[in-house]
């Protein structure tokens, strides 16, 4: 048993689950546990995961009896992962890639700097065929994402790892922020305890057209929106948070795919 786990919620998308683990270097030091949430159409093939998996670790299932929704995979995996014992849990998506030794990086960053019980990184954005969108810069210190973290989610949940230690104080995701239930749960664990965004590329995630993020964008930034009064205080970051979320309301998704691309550059 290593001391990380990588938790990977699965819905249907057995090749992108496959890239995933490919991804992983053969160096790495993790074990990964999937969590299929109710697949029916395409479930996990378990020998293409062995395959594709060629790290220094062993693969764990999880098979949910029906379709619930990511937060209640994840909290199913966070629960089976917290009883075993490890002592940090990455996140990834299916689809998504990992770069440069990831989770080697975030671990020894979190053993270097144990104040700092959350870490993500910064990430290249690309389109279903490979192509180069955009590399999200995240703010890297604790000061600055307590600021910053009222605009939107600072840490990109696939980058994301965590020090076990913070489920006996946090607890699991929340259920009652559909579609920003990692912006909930990293609000919570920000207001506890240090978070961190190593400045690296360490992931490369997908933008499908077709995500949640995109066909249900209004419903994610409603759940923005109240995460956001919840937390709320009279500032300039807070009012201009929910300022800035309505006005991403009523944008379209092109819009904003269009804006994120030129103002990377």
Not at 157 to 166: G, K, R, Y
């Amino acid at each position: 048993m290593n001391k990380t786990a990588v938790l990977i919620p699965h819905y249907n998308n057995p090749e992108g689950l496959a890239a995933s683990l490919a991804s992983i270097g053969q160096e790495e030091h993790v074990d990964v546990l999937m969590v299929d949430d109710g697949s029916r159409v395409n479930p996990i093939n378990e020998e293409l995961m062995r395959r594709s998996f060629k790290a220094n670790g062993q693969l764990m299932y999880i098979y949910m009896p029906q379709n619930r929704g990511i937060e209640y995979a994840l909290n199913t995996g966070l629960e089976y992962l917290h009883k075993k014992g490890y002592s940090y849990i990455a996140r990834l998506d299916c689809g998504d890639l990992c770069l440069n030794n990831r989770f080697a990086v975030q671990q020894q960053f979190l053993e270097a700097n144990p104040s700092v019980k959350l870490v993500g990184s910064n990430v290249a954005a690309v389109d279903l065929q490979g192509g180069h969108l955009y590399n999200l810069v995240l703010p890297e210190t604790y000061e600055q994402l307590k600021r910053k973290m009222y605009l939107n989610c600072q840490v990109i949940h696939p980058s994301a790892m965590l020090n076990a230690e913070v489920l006996n104080t946090v607890g699991y995701y929340p259920d009652n922020y559909k579609y920003a239930e990692d912006y909930a749960y990293f609000f919570k664990i920000m207001k506890k305890y240090e978070i961190a965004n190593i400045q690296q590329n360490l992931v490369q995630i997908e933008i499908n057209p077709s995500g949640i993020s995109a066909t249900r964008r209004k419903k994610q930034v409603q759940s923005r929106l109240r995460i956001m009064a919840d937390n709320f205080y009279f500032g300039f970051y807070p009012v201009y948070g929910i300022l800035r979320s309505l006005l991403l309301y009523v944008m379209p998704t092109g819009l904003i795919l269009a804006l994120k691309k030129k103002l990377s550059k």
